[in-house]
C-alpha cells in the first residue's frame, strides 16, 4: 500500500497517488463547507440563479439559460437515483480536484520544487474561501466549474497545447462566458507572435468557437420568460456608483482588502516593485488581463465590482504573480524555474 502511495499517477508529469488523495479530501472538505454556508435550501428548481431544473426545462432568464453544462452533467447523473444535493455536491469535488491538479502543474512550469508544488498547490484554497464562502451570500451552480476551466485552459495555453486549449475553450463555452477571457491572455501570451501563422489560426478558431458555441445555445434556446437582465453586457456605470454609495463602508474597506483574501496586493507589488522585468515578457503581460477586467467591473459591464463572486475568474491571474513576488523572499522552496526566468542582459531590449 505504502509503494502505490509513493508511485505517480499517472505518469512523471503528476503527483503521487498520496497527493491525489489529500486533493480529493481537501476538495470534499471544501465543498461540504461550501454546501453547509452558501447553498443552504437553495431551491434547484425555482431558483433565479440555483434552479438547475429550469436550466434543463429551458425556462431560466436569459443570464442563466447558456450555462447548461453542469445542468447537463446533473441530468446525466439522475439516472442513478442518487438525490440532488449529493450529485451537486460530487460534481462540484470533481471540478475542484481537477483544478487543483491543474494548478500543481501550472506551478511546475514556474518553480523547480514538484514536492513542495504539490502542497503550494493546496493554497489554491486560500483565496477560493474568501471569494466562494467569506465575502460570498450568492450561490450560483457555475462556480467551481468556471474555475476549473480558467485554470485548464491557463496551463494548456502556457505549455503551447493549442488543440488541447481549444477543446478546452469550447466545452467551457457552454459553462460560463467569462471563458472568453483566455483570449486575450492567449494573445498577450503570443504578443511577439501574433503574426505568424499558427497564431492567427487559433485566435480565429477561438473568436470564432466562440460565437458558433453562441448561436447553438441560442437555436436550442430561441426564447426567454421576461429578464431582468435583458441588457446583460451593457455599460450601467451609475449602477456601481449607486452600489458604492449604499453599501456601508467598512463592507467596502472589508472587500477591498480581503477580496482573493489579500493576494491581489502582493500581486500589485509584483508590478509596483519592478520584480516583473526579471521574468520573460509573455510571463508578464497574460497578467495584464486584470486591467480591462476591472474597468468592465467599474463600469458594470455584466460585472458587478460590489459582489465579490463575480472576481472569481481572475483567481488565477491573482495568485500566480502573487507566488512570483514572494518567490523573491530568500527560500528555496520558491526557486523559479528557467522557463519563465529573463535571460541575463535582455532587460534593456524593452
Known sequence: MLNLFGRKFPSENFPPVIVHVIYLLMSVTFCLIYNHMVIGVSDLRYDEYAGIYRVLEGNAIKAIQFRVLVPLIFKAFK???????????????????????????????????????SILALALFYPMFWNFILLNQIYFYV???????????????????????????????FNHPSVIMLIPVYLLFNYNRLLKKDTIIYSVLLVGGYYVCFLVLKMLYPYFPADRDADYGLIHFSDTVIALRDLPKHLIIRDIVFNFGGLHIFAAMFFISGIWKKFKREYVFIYFLIIPYVMLAVLRAGIRVEEMRNWIPLLPFIILPALLYLSQIKNPLLKLSDEV???????AKI
Open 79 to 117: 439516472i442513478l437515483h442518487i438525490p440532488d444535493r449529493a450529485i451537486l455536491i460530487f460534481i462540484f469535488v470533481a471540478f475542484t480536484y481537477f483544478t487543483l491538479i491543474f494548478f500543481y502543474l501550472i506551478l511546475n512550469i514556474h518553480f523547480r520544487d514538484k514536492v513542495f508544488n
Open 143 to 173: 462556480e467551481q466549474s468556471t474555475l476549473f476551466f480558467l485554470v485548464a485552459g491557463f496551463y494548456f495555453l502556457l505549455k503551447k497545447k493549442n488543440v488541447w486549449l481549444l477543446i478546452t475553450f469550447l466545452i467551457g463555452a
Open 341 to 347: 526566468m529573463m535571460e541575463t542582459g535582455t532587460e
